[in-house]
């Protein structure tokens, strides 16, 4: 049986994680470039767990220059099992409050700025994200998040944005009335979709920190207030990463829903037609399959 290992992407606010034994930052080169920052790496309760700050400590990189890929390379490459994605997000729903987390279940992907996938010319890979988040992996966001006194939403449409700036009034109502979308963000995608390609459970967390601009009764966007609620967030969703340890366990069973077997039949490209280079580059997130 697998070990488990947890990574944890921070999103804005969360540059750490609080309370890990043997804590250390790791540098983890990849073929696909250099991650966001150095991961933090420990254990909580006994299982091993991996941090690394989406935007970078001191948030140098934007929601279009995070360097998904290698993000996501990175993780697989250190042993991670199961990723939990925690970020900024407004929301389209007054039920869903600023300080409020929303456990994600469906995207929509409106970015148009990034790499989108590991595969392409010389190893071609389809996989699905009909469902591209993992329920077993969800269940534990939101009992981790109950138990740490957060109100939280289960199951809600994320809307990717490319960014950076915020939505037009027009836009907030569209992707809210027309489209059905429950919060939005900016860093959600392409995020999922490689996690599914690296065969990795992946779950998302959004902390809601404004009402988008939407609605009438708060506006357009307010950074100061964005940033206030931020600071709040940041503790809670430290404290959702705390409890997850003893929800998931040190022994990693298959993942019932198949995310970590995702690539089964996914490559379409002949072995001998595969582009020896590409299959290198490929080698920690689908070494699996792609193993002669």
């Known amino acids: 049986m697998a070990q488990t290992m947890i990574g944890v992407i921070g999103g804005s606010g969360i540059y750490d994680i609080d309370g890990l034994q043997g804590a250390e930052w790791v540098t983890v080169e990849t073929p696909w470039g250099a991650p966001s920052d150095a991961i933090l790496t420990g254990s909580l309760g006994g299982v091993s767990m991996a941090f690394l700050p989406r935007h970078g400590r001191g948030h140098i990189h934007s929601p279009s220059s995070v360097p998904y890929r290698a993000n996501i390379d990175a993780l697989k490459r250190l042993g991670v099992t199961d990723v939990v994605a925690v970020s900024a997000c407004g929301s389209f729903r007054d ?16 970015t148009f700025a990034r790499d989108k996938s590991f595969f392409g010319p010389g190893c071609v890979g389809h996989v699905s994200v009909a469902h591209p988040t993992c329920d077993r992996l969800a269940d534990a966001c939101e009992t981790a998040a109950r138990a740490a006194g957060i109100t939280t939403h289960r199951g809600g449409t994320y809307l990717a944005m490319e960014g950076p700036q915020f939505s037009t009034l027009a836009e907030s109502r569209m992707y809210r009335e027309s489209w059905g979308s429950d919060v939005i963000g900016m860093t959600n995608m392409p995020e999922a979709k490689l996690a599914r390609e690296a065969e990795l459970c992946y779950a998302s967390v959004a902390m809601i920190t404004d009402y988008d601009s939407w609605h009438p009764d708060h506006g357009e966007v307010d950074i100061a207030e964005i940033i206030a609620t931020l600071m709040g967030n940041a503790d809670k969703g430290r404290a959702l990463a705390a409890g997850l340890p003893d929800l998931l366990g040190g022994n990693r069973a298959t993942c019932p ?3 970590d077997r995702a690539l089964e039949h996914a490559i379409l490209t002949a072995p001998d037609k595969r582009d020896p280079a590409m299959i290198e580059k490929l080698s920690a997130v689908a070494g699996r399959v792609l193993k002669p």
């Open 95 to 110: 039920e869903m409050a600023p300080g409020d987390f929303v456990i994600v279940d469906q995207f929509i992907d409106r």
């Open 257 to 259: 829903h198949g995310c």
